[in-house]
């Protein structure tokens, strides 16, 4: 073991050294005993194979190492070898400047803290072999940029989305810092995160030709905050509303809005230049701004030139409304860098260049830019030109910066560095150049590009003209601070395209006001806080315990786990809600709208339901009365009139397939055709429709009673009949449906009758018939005589009585004992003949003996197949089947 922990000391030292001089070939040895790289992995290899193999020739722990720890000699050999080990890996943890504390006994007592430091030394060496390896193949060849001390080391994040497709295995740097100071605590200005609509910074405004508002320069005013306010939340956006209400339509304008109206192009704008070629970086001077005095240098100079490139660098991750952190300036002799983080509140002093019209500012993509320029430095723009714009009015291949870096200047912009931290301080000098290759090239960029539009145009600038008005257009733009409300979750829930119950919308609900409210304390984003695809897990599964809450996020945000018994009591609110159908609204709707049946309405868009009622012109039914259009005329008699008397041409639309057709009570169930018919009807919409006016005309009430008028030739040439004929129409529609209804009535009272004279028939002919006692008394009284059949009349007969009626006669008798006769004599069975119950067919034996029954009971059984019941040929009507076959062996009932 000693020869091996000197050989795994050898190896490495043997991989220092060759990482010292990976390059060096000229020597002919690489280390001393080897010749090259291979053979020393071939030797370490080995090495490594023979002491694990020594390693399972020791005595495995439990009773066998116990046993051989007895000897005193094994037990010292042991301890020096152990002592010797533990020496040999504290160097080697050493020489890779990790803790080696192994050797000393006195500081280190537990074997865990022992196997923690062998655990962590052994990933830092890992980790350095893999980096070797990479540099070895060539991924990593470039040097790291030096990061201030207390930083982290950048990450390498290698995958499909940030490969290049050379054939070098170039990869984007996330340049990220987890020991940042927070940029917000050196603010002078506190941010406002508060749930109040974006109120301009501005207080000074220069090249104005429209004074700014008297709310912006006096400071008392704007230093009014809804919370500084010591009162409910509610009640002091109540009192800040109360006394800003005289300057809502200045607070919430564009400072701007009408210099930039009163804006017009320079003629010597829309003309052909003369591209001019652009320095080299090397050549040109770059400045890093940072304080007020070289701020004020800059104005100055950009106040004399006539045009400057201007960019933007953002940080939205660690911020609720985001931070600008950096802003390049580029002009055709210099490049400036500023640190818009530390001069966050001087940098309105730009505001005289960047506002006055005769300077252009040569923007690409500004949609953002603009916002960003007034949210965090109250900056504004007047002669704007997007970069952007004019790409998409070329018809260019692809319109990002970097595809006019190559189609223009042949530039390559080193991308990797898009996704890093901008708030770090110093700035590496590779971010840096990336931040000024943005804004060098772009006004050469900005001269091709007017050269191009015009040759495009033939000459003409007015293709040159519409990319300075969009630009214009861009530069209206006015920042909107996200505004919570109690409807906001909706919006993101339909773009998840995700279906709830009614619990866990309510979590969804309850969870997204949850982390709007702590990102705006904290100044987080709602992605830091508690990201999207989180905040769904957890409202799909609804966790009983707060574990469960920890599970649902991987990794678990720190917000998160600080405030998790809170969320915990958010989820069980939600359980705690009645559980409905899977629906965006708990409340059942009908239909897609709520349809009315409004007045008459002549005028109106085809789709009626999806417009207000207040955009709709109103006709009385005694101005233009029309009557109702039938799809059948067969059908037109049958047809429910359900609204008003008198119905325009222009229906309100009804979409039947989920709306609930609404039926009259009193009105018979129609036919599969009538209610086909009636589907129809009304789903009918007017094809000539569109060709009446839109809604926006306005038409005078004067118009439709003036003879010479358009509107009143229309509205005659629609008219179908007269209101005298309509009313008769109706009328006639109401006396037939009298009728009817008294028909069906006199019906009804007929069909009731008929059916109680038949019960009462009925009732009467069971009466007649004798029952089993009155049949036994009488062959009683006859003294055992023979009984004979009385022959019926021709054409009488008695009715059978049914099942259901024999039941409910057999239930009383059952309950009611029959009266105590005196003079009553048992039958004498033994006299009797029952050949009239026996049918046609002769049986063994059909006198039954109550003796013979116990011993032949067993024995005697109907064949398979056979039923036991005999024919109702010769059998008395009042015998029931299965009751009055006396003469046969039946299973009778045991006692």
């Not at 990336?434 to 539009?453: G, K, N, S």
């Amino acid at each position: 073991m000693m020869d091996s922990s000197k050989r795994r000391d050898s190896t490495n030292s043997g991989l220092h050294d060759s990482n010292s001089k990976p390059d060096d070939e000229e020597e002919d040895e690489l280390c001393p005993g080897f010749r090259n790289a291979d053979a020393f992995v071939k030797y370490g290899l080995g090495a490594v194979l023979s002491a694990t193999k020594a390693s399972a020739g020791l005595p495995q722990p439990g009773d066998e190492y116990d046993f051989y720890r007895s000897f005193p000699g094994f037990r010292e050999f042991c301890e020096s070898q152990g002592d010797k080990l533990l020496h040999c890996m504290s160097q080697t943890m050493q020489h890779h400047g990790c803790r080696s504390l192994l050797g000393e006994r006195n500081k280190l007592t537990g074997l865990e803290e022992r196997f923690d430091l062998v655990v962590d030394s052994n990933d830092v060496i890992l980790e350095r072999v893999g980096i070797l390896l990479d540099e070895a193949d060539g991924v990593n060849r470039t040097q790291q940029p030096v990061l201030p001390a207390g930083f982290q080391p950048p990450k390498i994040v290698v995958s499909s989305w940030n490969r290049m497709g050379s054939s070098r295995s170039e990869t984007f740097r996330l340049l990220h810092a987890k020991n940042v100071a927070r940029p917000q605590l050196k603010f002078k200005e506190k941010v406002d995160n508060s749930n109040t609509p974006f109120i301009p910074k501005i207080f000074i405004k220069p090249n104005a030709i429209k004074p700014l508002p008297s709310y912006f320069t006096n400071k008392q005013i704007r230093k009014q905050r809804p919370e500084d306010l010591d009162v409910p939340a509610a009640l002091a956006d109540f009192i800040h509303q109360q006394r800003t209400q005289e300057h809502v339509e200045d607070m919430f304008a564009h400072p701007y809005q009408y210099e930039l109206d009163h804006f017009t192009i320079p003629e010597g704008l829309l003309s052909k230049a003369e591209p001019q070629m652009f320095k080299p970086m090397a050549e040109t001077k770059c400045s890093f701004v940072d304080t007020l005095e070289d701020l004020v240098d800059l104005n100055e100079k950009l106040c004399k030139v006539s045009e400057f490139a201007v960019d933007l660098e953002h940080h939205s991750y660690r911020s609720f409304l985001g931070l600008t952190c950096l802003m390049q300036i580029s002009t055709r002799e210099e490049d400036f860098i500023i640190d818009t983080i530390e001069l966050r509140s001087e940098l309105y002093v730009l505001n005289e260049a960047f506002t006055d019209p005769a300077i252009v500012k040569v923007f690409h993509g500004a949609d953002s830019d603009m916002e960003w320029l007034q949210r965090d430095l109250g900056l504004y723009v007047v002669n704007l030109f997007d970069t952007h714009q004019a790409s998409r009015a070329l018809n260019l291949a692809r319109h990002s910066l970097d595809h006019l870096l190559k189609h223009f200047c042949n530039a390559e912009s080193d991308k990797r560095y898009q996704l890093a931290d901008w708030r770090i301080r110093p700035l590496p000098d590779e971010m840096v150049q990336y931040a000024r290759t943005d804004t060098h090239y772009l006004l050469y960029i900005y001269d091709r590009v007017r050269a191009q539009l015009l040759d495009f145009n033939f000459g003409q600038p007015g293709l040159l003209q519409s990319v300075w008005n969009k630009s214009k257009d861009i530069s209206l733009k006015k920042y909107i601070k996200p505004i919570y409300t109690e409807e906001s979750y909706l919006e993101l829930q339909r773009k998840q395209k995700r279906s709830f119950n009614t619990q866990q919308l309510t979590a969804f609900r309850l969870l997204f006001a949850w982390r709007d409210k702590l990102s705006r304390q904290e100044d987080e984003s709602t992605g830091f806080t508690l990201p999207t695809h989180m905040m769904i897990k957890i409202s799909e599964e609804l966790p009983r315990e707060p574990q469960g809450v920890i599970a649902c996020c991987n990794p678990v945000p720190p917000l998160v786990r600080q405030h998790v018994n809170e969320l915990h009591l958010l989820v069980q609110q939600a359980r705690d809600m009645p559980l409905l159908k899977a629906e965006l609204g708990a409340q059942k709707t009908k239909g897609l709208a709520p349809l009315k049946k409004p007045e008459v309405t002549l005028f109106g868009p085809h789709d009626t339901s999806k417009v207000s009622e207040s955009d709709l012109h109103h006709c009385s039914p005694d101005e233009m009365p029309v009557k109702r259009g039938m799809l059948f005329s067969e059908d037109e008699d049958r047809m429910d009139v359900g609204e008003e008397e008198t119905s325009g041409l222009v229906a309100t639309a009804t979409i039947t397939q989920f709306e609930e057709l609404e039926m009259q009570n009193d009105q018979a169930s129609p036919s599969v055709a009538q209610m086909k018919a009636r589907r129809i009807v009304e789903s009918f919409e007017n094809p000539f429709r569109m060709y009446l006016p839109s809604t926006d005309v306005h038409i005078s009430k004067n118009a439709k009673f003036d003879p010479s008028s358009k509107i009143f030739e229309i509205s005659k040439r629609w008219k179908l009949q007269s209101i005298e004929r309509q009313q008769k129409d109706l009328e006639a529609k109401r006396e037939a449906k009298t009728k009817a209804k008294a028909e069906a009535k006199e019906r009804i009272k007929k069909v009731k009758e008929e059916r109680n004279e038949a019960k009462q028939s009925y009732q009467e002919s069971l009466q007649n018939v004798a029952t089993v006692r009155q049949q036994a008394a009488d062959s009683a009284k006859d003294g055992g005589k023979k009984r004979e059949r009385v022959a019926s009349e021709i054409g009488e007969s008695t009715p059978k009585p049914s099942k259901k009626l024999m039941k409910s006669e057999e239930k009383p008798k059952k309950k009611k004992d029959p009266p105590p006769q005196d003079d009553f004599n048992p039958f004498d069975y033994s006299q009797s003949k029952l050949k009239v119950f026996a049918g046609n067919k002769p049986k063994d034996n059909t006198h039954f003996d109550p003796n013979r029954q116990a011993h032949d009971f067993k024995k005697r059984k109907n064949p398979k197949g056979q039923k036991s019941s005999c024919g109702a040929g010769n059998r008395s009507m009042s015998y029931m089947a299965g009751k009055s076959d006396r003469g046969f062996r039946q299973n009778w009932p045991k006692r």
